[in-house]
């Protein structure tokens, strides 16, 4: 079975620093271009960025271009968000998705939190 | 940057066809992806390029995609279908519509 876990959120003050993982399982994580979507409360689903599936190729929302770096580790199937000078904008879930046709499958989510 | 349209919100009766609209320039040249999302929960994906559904998504639900508008289809709207709705697309970089609220009465 597919599944993707998202670990890593919290509360951090503006300007902080925050990794969110991604743990995939149930499926060759290698093959895949994954994403990072995220939804601030009470608002619609936001692209973040995307990565291919070895790792070279990455983009980036203008919102958070500068700041965040996605990257992923094969070997452990696990998908990372390094997030810095994190901004209240910021504030949202964090989702990661797999994506062939659409995002297929997505995680749980893990809620950031930036506020003073 | 590319924009795409969503009503704020949707109402159908129990049983009835509901219709949700994504407005997008030249949106029928572009491959539009459906998600449901239901309070406190990840999104689904209910249909992807245009008109194709994911297994275990019901044949109820449908979509279709031309000119300016891609349209997702509810027939049969039942109390579980309650949900937000997004509409995706994929120009430079992914773009969600704003999502439609769909009410079941």
């Known amino acids: 079975e597919v599944q993707l876990v998202e670990s890593g959120g919290g509360l951090v003050q503006p300007g902080g620093s925050l990794r969110l993982s991604c743990a995939a399982s149930g499926f060759t994580f290698s093959s895949y271009w994954m994403h990072w979507v995220r939804q601030a409360p009470g608002k619609g689903l936001v692209w973040v960025s995307r990565?291919?599936?070895?790792?070279?190729?990455?983009n980036y929302a203008d919102s958070v271009k500068g700041r965040f770096t996605i990257s992923r580790d094969n070997a452990k199937n696990t998908l990372y968000l390094q997030m810095n000078s994190l901004r209240a904008a910021d504030t949202a879930v964090y989702y990661c998705?797999?994506?062939?046709?659409?995002?297929?499958?997505w995680g749980q989510g893990t809620l950031v939190t930036v506020s003073s | 940057s590319y924009e795409l349209t969503q009503p704020l919100s949707v109402s159908v009766a129990l049983g009835q066809t509901a219709r949700i609209t994504c407005g997008g320039n030249n949106i029928g040249s572009k491959n539009v992806h459906w998600y449901q999302q239901k309070p406190g929960q990840a999104p689904v994906l209910v249909i992807y390029r245009d008109s194709n559904r994911p297994s275990g998504i019901p044949e109820r639900f449908s979509g279709s995609n031309s000119g300016n508008t891609a349209t997702l289809t509810i027939s049969r709207a039942q109390a579980g279908d309650e949900a937000d709705y997004y509409c995706q697309v994929w120009d430079n970089n992914t773009v969600f519509g704003g999502g439609t609220k769909l009410t079941v009465l």
């Open positions: 998705a797999r994506e062939r046709s659409g995002y297929e499958w």
């Open positions: 990565i291919n599936s070895y790792g070279g190729n990455t």
